[in-house]
Each structure stands twice: as structure tokens, then as C-alpha cells.
């Protein structure tokens, strides 16, 4: 197969070149970095929005690219907080909670942490995941394990973009489909 260098995204009116990435030897991805587009994210939060459940009381997301898009959903829907799933234990963290992470674009091991004070701030709450993109759901699912453990009800999973197969998933709501590139 014969592979342009970029992937053409588009999102409602926007649109992105995105470099072709290989991540292993088998396999390439289109590398979409949120950080930065304020474009992009003020649009995408926008979209997303519109597709939320009415009723929850936080926003969660992971560091690092799905904070700018949790913090325009959070001004969006007028929650006037919302929390980060931090990829290193920070040293004032209270008690953190932490699970193993695996994620597509990730090599080596990794870990998702919720410092003890926003857990307990969680507690009994309903929340929505946010993420810029989904793609074998590791992330996703190490987040919804975390907001459990804090005693919360996820209510909603949200993403710009559901990559590969994540794009059938039924448990997700998103913006546009990415695709993945065997090599």
C-alpha cells in the first residue's frame, strides 16, 4: 500500500493534515495533537457538547491532550471544576489512587493517577470521560476504573475522535472517525 505522508482531517468545517506516524512496525497511525488548536477545541468542545449527557457533575480527563477540550466542555456546561488523571504520582497528591495503563500510542508501561483529594471530591458523583481520541480504549478504561474506585458513576465517555475500531463502539460519543494505517 502505497501511504501519503499526511491524512486529511476533517471536522465539521475545519480541516488538518495529519502526519502519518508509524508506532510499531506493523502500524502507523494518524498523529493528532490537540494541544495548541485552539480552533480545533473550541469547535470540538462545541460538537461535543450537544452530544453529553444533561445530567452529571464532573468532567474527567487525562493528561495531557485532553485537557484543553475538558477545560472549554467545563465553560461550556458551566461545571465550575473539573479533574486530570496524571500520568506520574506528584508529591502533593493525598492518597492517590493508580492503575496500570495501556494505551496505542504508549510503549512502555504506564500508570493513570487520581490524587485522594479529588477521589473524594468524586465520590457518589456521576461523571463523562473526556478524551481527544479513543482508540483501543486502554486509557478509557483505566479511567473508568480509577472514577469507580473513587465511589463515582461514569454516565458518559466522549472523544473528538474514535480511532480503528473504536469507531464501533456503542458505549462512546464522538466527532469523526480516524483511521489506523497497516504498514
Known amino acids: 500500500m502505497t501511504m501519503s505522508p499526511t491524512y486529511t482531517l476533517t471536522l465539521g468545517p475545519l480541516t488538518r493534515q495529519l502526519p502519518i506516524m508509524p508506532i510499531s512496525p506493523k502500524l502507523a497511525i494518524a498523529s493528532f495533537v490537540l494541544l495548541g488548536d485552539t480552533e480545533l477545541t473550541d469547535y470540538a468542545a462545541s460538537a461535543l457538547a ?16 485532553g485537557i484543553p477540550l475538558a477545560q472549554e466542555l467545563s465553560r461550556l456546561t458551566n461545571r465550575a471544576q473539573f479533574v486530570v488523571l496524571r500520568k506520574s504520582q506528584k508529591d502533593y497528591m493525598r492518597d492517590p489512587l493508580s492503575v496500570p495503563v ?3 500510542t504508549t510503549s512502555a508501561p504506564q500508570r493513570l493517577f487520581l490524587d485522594g483529594l479529588d477521589a473524594q471530591s468524586l465520590a457518589h458523583k456521576r461523571v463523562v470521560i473526556v478524551d481527544d481520541v479513543i482508540s483501543s480504549g486502554g486509557s478509557l478504561n483505566a479511567a473508568r476504573v480509577l472514577v469507580q474506585q473513587a465511589g463515582a458513576t461514569v454516565v458518559g465517555q466522549v472523544a473528538i475522535l474514535a480511532e480503528g475500531a473504536a469507531a464501533q463502539r456503542t458505549d462512546i460519543q464522538f466527532l469523526a472517525e480516524l483511521p489506523l494505517f497497516p504498514l
Open 50 to 65: 450537544q452530544k453529553m449527557p444533561a445530567d452529571f457533575d464532573y468532567l474527567i480527563t487525562m493528561e495531557s491532550k
Open 102 to 104: 495501556n494505551a496505542i
